[in-house]
């Protein structure tokens, strides 16, 4: 008798437990996935100079190089106008390289230098 009590007690325990447990599954909201595109782009200009490290010189690579840093920050502005909701500077690399002339070369060659920019942007389309 007092294991038909026991298991009955038992059974209406577990029932009581079970229906106390209330699962709700809600559908997490996921975001918009934007799509995020990289762009990649690389300049190269020529720049007059003295083939020596005077003062002058060294102003005109300095001047060089502030081109591409104002190229790469002109640039973000630029794809948000045409294919960007957002714009991200990701890396620039300047690389300025003197160009010696050779005296047997034809006297037009210029000294100077050529510098060359790499601009890395990262981008969400519209």
């Known amino acids: 008798m007092q294991r038909i009590c ?24 996921r975001p918009s996935v934007l799509a995020q595109v990289r762009i990649s782009i690389a300049v190269n200009m020529f720049v007059a100079a003295a083939d020596d490290n005077s003062d002058q010189s060294l102003k005109a690579q300095e001047d060089a190089r502030r081109k591409i840093y104002e190229l790469a920050s002109h640039e973000c502005g630029l794809l948000r106008d045409v294919l960007a909701s957002d714009c991200q500077l990701e890396s620039i690399n300047v ?20 510098v060359g920019g790499n601009i890395g942007l990262r981008v969400t389309a519209k």
């Open 6 to 29: 026991l298991a009955a007690a038992l059974a209406a325990f577990s029932i009581t437990a079970a229906s106390a447990q209330t699962i709700v599954v809600k559908p997490a909201e």
């Open 95 to 114: 690389n300025v390289q003197r160009v010696n002339i050779n005296p047997n070369w034809n006297q037009a060659q210029r000294e100077g230098f050529n």
